[in-house]
Nanobody
Framework: QVQVVESGGGLVQAGGSLRLSCAVS??????MGWFRQAPGKQRELVAD???????YYADSVKGRFTISRDNAKNILYLQMDSLKPEDTAVYYC????????????WGRGTQVTVSS
């Protein structure tokens, strides 16, 4: 059975750090990514990474967030530093289909709240 399970969200003060983790079972994704959705806003891609290590970051998180993955264990990480109140959102882990950067598997999400 294919599953995507996130962990690591929580409440942190502005300037603090959090680390999100995501385990994917039942598939070896080509791409794995983190999306987020704030209240009243559309879901957006925060960062993703290919099986070969190619990364993408949204401009709003460049220099503050670092995405990484353990291919042997199918685990994805997002290290979030220098957090800002505008980073507050539900963060979703996603896994792509094989060979194409198209996401079809989603976790349930984990809440990240940054207080000012």
């Amino acid at each position: 059975q294919v599953q995507v399970v996130e962990s690591g969200g929580g409440l942190v003060q502005a300037g603090g750090s959090l680390r999100l983790s995501c385990a994917v079972s039942g598939r070896t994704p080509y791409y794995m990514g983190w999306f987020r959705q704030a209240p009243g806003k559309q879901r957006e891609l925060v960062a993703d990474i290919s099986s070969g290590g190619s990364t993408y970051y949204a401009d709003s998180v460049k220099g503050r967030f670092t995405i990484s993955r353990d291919n042997a264990k199918n685990i994805l990480y997002l290290q979030m530093d220098s957090l800002k109140p505008e980073d507050t959102a539900v963060y979703y882990c996603a896994a792509s289909v094989p060979y194409v950067r198209r996401y079809d598997l989603w976790g349930r999400g984990t809440q990240v709240t940054v207080s000012s």
